[in-house]
Nanobody
């Protein structure tokens, strides 16, 4: 079992920044890669970024490449999503997920564990 808790969402003006955190716990957390997804009510979950605990290059969706940065702190079992140059269309509920997948896996249904989500709202 892996437990995930997101934090760091909020309201920000367009052009601003936020940093989301995903704290992971569980005996086998290091066996799972971590992804960030986002979802607007009524829509499916969209891939944002993913990272491996063991190293290697992260993966980003084209819509966030160059603006968002995913990173990890292995000692704290925490994955971060630094979001810069935010746009109103980035407004969503953001979820972190853990899966026995590669970082290039963008399908939400292949991830095994999910956090509760954190709301990000970008005003114009």
């Amino acid at each position: 079992q892996v437990q995930l808790v997101e934090s760091g969402g909020g309201l920000v003006q367009a052009g601003g920044s936020l940093r989301l955190s995903c704290a992971a716990s569980g005996r086998t957390v290091s066996n799972y890669n971590i992804g960030w997804f986002r979802q607007t009510p009524g829509n499916g979950r969209q891939f944002v970024a993913a990272i491996s605990w063991s190293g290697g290059s992260p993966n980003y969706a084209n819509a966030v490449k160059g603006r968002f940065t995913i990173s990890r702190d292995n000692a704290k079992n925490t994955v971060y999503l630094e979001m810069n140059s935010l746009k109103p269309e980035d407004t969503d509920v953001y979820y972190c997920a853990a899966g026995r997948v590669t970082v290039t896996t963008t399908s939400w249904n292949l991830y095994d564990y999910w956090g509760q989500g954190t709301q990000v709202t970008v005003s114009s």
